[in-house]
């Protein structure tokens, strides 16, 4: 159909009635809930990270992701199933997000002090052992097609997504005009996938790598053994690349990614041009009785059942309760598990950003004060 059949001024087009064929979608190898995962590979790649690979217990095939994904992890009890879903943790996948063929996931854990999971993966786990999985997801999303350039802030081991995207530009291409990683390190000795992301930049010919050192080894010499002397700064960014409207995509600690983002928008990037992944928020204390007791209902499910103070956040009282729950939270996707307030009221125990919606609450880091319903 040309144009001459078009109205002129809204461009529509009078409607046809055609006949179409409805086929179901061929499955995808997705799953709902957990699904076990047997540890086939364990490998440090720098001081406190390690990195594994994942097959799945059944064999069965496995959906691809998008880069910038995470998947939420659960140890297994002793009797074989998921553990207790509140000591669930969130990973960057760090593979490429396209495999034909697709026979395992790749993830990589820092270890944190006093951290449970990351203790039980650095201390106790070996291969052959079984983690429960939930299916990929999350809305940190870096594109392959685009015509603006595209920017990687990463801070130690928040390259992780940026190393997924890195892998699929290198797998399968893109059409991504100019790709630049600026990754801060203390020094070589404290540096995550150095090689593998040196490797990266022989195979995609739009990438650049700037490697920032915040405390060079006294052999370590600017220019060859690392690109800049310090942390990352707003001033590092090639103005060129503002001027392009460069997509600015940042993981890594709170002070990095707030003086980054606070930096930019001086240099006038748009606060829609800039993307956020962060490790945690900031913890606040919330007062609540011992014996305090709230009836929670999940109002789109028709489930409610009862919160007490030792049940943890209403995300992982919504998976107890076989609710299905966005948790990109869990892995710095802030707001991601954003959930309405119908009825009563919940408590935060991170302060929340100013742009979260009166009524909403962050179900990942929010428990109820009194009886509640929720947007679930």
Same mark, same amino acid.
């Given at each position: 159909m040309d144009h001459t059949s078009t109205d002129p001024l809204s461009g529509s087009v009078p409607l046809r009635a055609a006949v179409c064929e409805i086929r179901p979608l061929p499955a995808d190898g997705t799953w709902t809930g957990t699904r076990p995962f047997t540890v086939t590979e364990l490998a440090d790649v720098s001081p406190g990270v390690r990195a594994l690979r994942l097959e799945p217990a059944d064999g069965g095939p496995l959906p691809d992701h998008r880069p910038g994904q995470h998947l939420t992890v659960r140890t297994e009890d002793p009797g074989g199933a998921p553990a207790d879903p509140a000591g669930a943790?969130?990973?960057?996948?760090?593979?490429?997000?396209?495999?034909?063929?697709?026979?395992?996931?790749?993830?990589?854990?820092?270890?944190i002090p006093d951290g449970a999971f990351s203790g039980h993966v650095h201390r106790t786990l070996k291969t052959g052992d079984r983690l429960h999985l939930a299916n990929p997801r999350g809305v940190f999303v870096i594109p392959t097609h685009t015509d603006h350039p595209?920017?990687?802030?990463?801070?130690?081991?928040?390259?992780?997504?940026?190393? &997924?995207?890195?892998? !699929?530009? +290198?797998? =399968? @291409?893109?059409?991504?005009?100019?790709?630049v990683l600026h990754h801060g390190n203390r020094n070589s000795?404290?540096?995550?996938?150095?090689?593998?992301?040196?490797?990266?930049?022989?195979?995609?010919?739009?990438?650049?790598?700037?490697?920032?050192?915040?405390?060079?080894?006294?052999?370590?010499?600017?220019?060859?053994?690392?690109d800049r002397t310090g942390s990352i700064t707003p001033d590092d960014v090639d103005p060129g690349l503002v001027a392009r409207r460069a997509r600015f995509y940042m993981c890594g600690p709170d002070p990095m990614l707030d003086a980054l983002g606070k930096g930019l928008k001086e240099r006038g990037v748009p606060r829609f041009e800039v993307f956020r992944e962060q490790f945690r928020p900031t913890r606040r204390d919330v007062e609540?009785?011992?014996?305090? &007791?709230?009836?929670? !209902?999940? +109002?789109? =499910? @028709?489930?409610s059942t009862t919160w007490k103070k030792g049940d943890g956040a209403l995300l992982a009282l919504g998976e107890a309760a076989g609710v299905k729950m966005s948790s990109g939270c869990r892995v710095g996707q802030c707001e991601s598990c954003a959930c309405t307030v119908l009825k009563g009221s919940a408590a935060h125990l991170v302060t929340p950003s100013d742009d979260l919606p009166d009524g909403d609450v962050l179900t990942c880091q929010s428990i109820p004060t009194t009886d509640l319903v929720i947007d679930a």
């Open positions: 943790r969130s990973y960057s996948l760090t593979g490429p997000a396209i495999e034909p063929g697709r026979t395992a996931y790749h993830l990589a854990v820092r270890h595209v920017v990687l802030l990463a801070g130690g081991i928040g390259i992780t997504p940026f190393l &997924s995207y890195l892998e !699929t530009l +290198a797998a =399968t @291409g893109g059409t991504v005009p100019e790709v000795a404290d540096h995550p996938f150095r090689e593998r992301i040196r490797a990266l930049r022989a195979r995609i010919p739009q990438l650049t790598v700037i490697d920032h050192y915040a405390d060079p080894l006294p052999h370590e010499v600017p220019g060859t053994d690392h609540v009785p011992d014996d305090a &007791s709230f009836t929670v !209902t999940f +109002a789109r =499910t @028709g489930r």
